[in-house]
């Protein structure tokens, strides 16, 4: 039987800072739209909203209550597993805003639906049994192992792990993987080896990815006009790219 009323998909994604502004959302949020044939209903947990579009839901990050040091860092989400967040409740996908979406988001949702947690493999790390949260999916509440560990002991945990998604793997220790085609590191497989960098413009993303992350640097606006931001000289030897058109035809 057919259910003439699903219920929608829920995306969400966090801003907070001033490195990225609403534009990453607002267009974080089209591209989602466009790529989804269901009811969509989309989320930002932000410390400021404006500018954002009217048809995206807000809610606030928590107050910021960890030592200085978590601020900008990617553990500051760690909240997002405690046992409520906000009026959210069953699966829901989350985003980073520094990618870009070309590809059916529906597939994250149908894939092994059983999965409590279920995330992209770090593609700089594969086999080691490391997701990369740029992208996962999971249920609201199931994970809260990783909340009381950080929580206990935040400074040993960043200690100990450096960044926030080793220590949600170590710490769940098991669980699922998206495909990991779906999901594309832009500096991992798109721009070109040193020194062709120089003088070839990064690759388009495979058929088959739904996902283009942007870790660390550059981001979309910058590769689109060919800057990867460097201060070391030597690094900047290397650190080079060609101004990336292509990215404009999803980053809309």
């Not at 993987?177 to 999901?183: A, D, L, N, Y």
Request: proline letters at 8%.
């Amino acid at each position: 039987m057919t259910d003439n009323n699903p219920k929608p998909q829920t995306v969400i994604c966090l801003k907070w800072g001033e490195r990225y502004g609403p534009e990453y959302v607002n267009r974080l949020f089209s591209m989602v739209q466009r790529n989804t044939a269901r009811p969509l209903r989309f989320i930002c947990i932000t410390d400021d909203s404006s500018g954002l579009s009217s048809d995206i839901e807000t809610r606030p990050m928590p107050e910021f209550d960890l030592p200085e040091t978590f601020r900008f860092k990617g553990f500051r989400r760690m909240f997002l597993f405690k046992e409520t967040l906000h009026d959210l409740t069953g699966q829901v996908l989350h985003l980073d805003v520094d990618l870009l979406v070309i590809g059916s988001i529906d597939d994250f949702f149908d894939y092994k639906p059983e999965a409590e947690y279920i995330v992209s493999e770090n593609w700089t790390q594969p086999g080691a049994g490391i997701g990369n949260m740029s992208v996962f999916r999971y249920r609201i509440g199931s994970q809260t192992k990783i909340w009381d560990r950080f929580s206990a002991d935040p400074l040993g945990m960043l200690k100990k792990y450096t960044n926030s998604q080793t220590f949600c793997s170590r710490t769940l220790g098991s669980f699922e993987m998206f495909p990991i085609e779906w999901c594309t590191g832009f500096k991992t497989a798109l721009i070109p080896a040193w020194p062709l960098r120089y003088f070839f413009e990064p690759k388009r993303p495979p058929a088959e990815a739904r996902i283009v992350a942007f870790t660390g640097k550059p981001d979309m606006d910058e590769a689109i006009r060919g800057e990867w931001p460097e201060t070391k000289l030597r690094k900047k030897l290397y650190k080079q790219i060609r101004p990336t058109k292509w990215i404009e035809e999803y980053w809309n």
